[in-house]
């Protein structure tokens, strides 16, 4: 088995709240994504670092990288990271934040290599702590087909039965594609996941 460099560690933070009330909610699909990638890799996130869960260091193609699950709520997601970037020897440059976002439709992503927190006050933590938005997301889309009176009632309530099949779509393609961004490079992974549009698929199959 080929030694991991722990210098080229990349920090893959899903973004969510704790605790049980939370788990099937919107907002926490960054959690479920972390624990997607979790399985696929066959590691645990289940190591407390400071106010984090974290997996053990495994590979992607030949890369070091840890799964991060904040559990500061979502406002202070931020906070985790100074002690992890210390830790892993590693900084705003190898970090993946993967997170829900309301600006686009259920079943589209977008991978993005900067920007603004668009609203998110998750992301919103991370760029303050980082003091620059120049690191990768992976963001997914939750927006429904139908309109959204409080957008914070939504994101914290349970994802409904008619989303539920194309949000876990959506939630294995994030999956995906945080692991072409390591493995082949935020460009391709761009090109690969941008244009993507899960409803299409979704529809074709109705017809």
């Given at each position: 088995m080929?030694e991991?460099?722990?210098?080229?560690?990349?920090?893959?933070v899903?973004?969510?709240?704790?605790?049980?009330?939370?788990?099937?909610?919107?907002?926490?699909?960054?959690f479920?994504?972390?624990?997607?990638?979790?399985?696929?890799?066959?590691?645990?996130?289940?190591?407390?670092?400071?106010?984090?869960?974290?997996?053990?260091?495994?590979?992607?193609?030949?890369n070091?990288?840890?799964l991060?699950?904040p559990?500061?709520?979502?406002?202070?997601s931020g906070?985790?990271?100074?002690?992890?970037?210390?830790?892993?020897d590693?900084?705003?440059?190898r970090l993946?934040v993967?997170?829900?976002?309301?600006?686009?439709?259920a079943?589209?992503?977008?991978?993005?290599?900067?920007?603004?927190a668009?609203?998110?006050?998750?992301v919103?933590?991370i760029?303050?702590?980082?003091?620059?938005?120049?690191?990768?997301?992976?963001?997914?889309g939750?927006l429904?087909?139908?309109?959204?009176?409080?957008?914070r009632d939504?994101?914290l309530?349970?994802?409904?039965?008619s989303?539920?099949?194309?949000?876990g779509?959506?939630?294995?393609?994030?999956?995906?594609?945080?692991?072409?961004?390591?493995?082949?490079?935020?460009?391709?992974?761009?090109?690969a996941?941008?244009?993507l549009?899960?409803?299409?698929?979704r529809e074709?199959?109705?017809?």
């Amino acid at each position: 088995m080929t030694e991991l460099n722990p210098k080229s560690t990349w920090l893959i933070v899903g973004l969510g709240n704790p605790g049980s009330d939370f788990a099937e909610t919107y907002h926490n699909i960054g959690f479920r994504v972390a624990v997607e990638l979790a399985r696929k890799f066959g590691v645990r996130i289940r190591e407390h670092s400071g106010p984090a869960l974290i997996s053990n260091r495994f590979e992607i193609a030949g890369n070091t990288a840890v799964l991060v699950q904040p559990q500061t709520f979502m406002n202070l997601s931020g906070g985790v990271l100074p002690k992890l970037f210390e830790r892993f020897d590693t900084d705003c440059d190898r970090l993946i934040v993967v997170y829900d976002d309301l600006a686009l439709p259920a079943g589209k992503l977008r991978i993005r290599q900067k920007g603004s927190a668009g609203g998110h006050n998750g992301v919103k933590s991370i760029i303050s702590v980082c003091g620059t938005d120049e690191f990768l997301r992976v963001r997914v889309g939750i927006l429904p087909e139908h309109p959204v009176a409080q957008m914070r009632d939504f994101v914290l309530s349970r994802v409904a039965k008619s989303s539920a099949e194309l949000l876990g779509k959506s939630e294995a393609a994030a999956v995906e594609a945080v692991e072409m961004v390591i493995a082949q490079g935020t460009e391709k992974a761009m090109a690969a996941f941008n244009s993507l549009d899960l409803r299409e698929v979704r529809e074709a199959k109705e017809e």
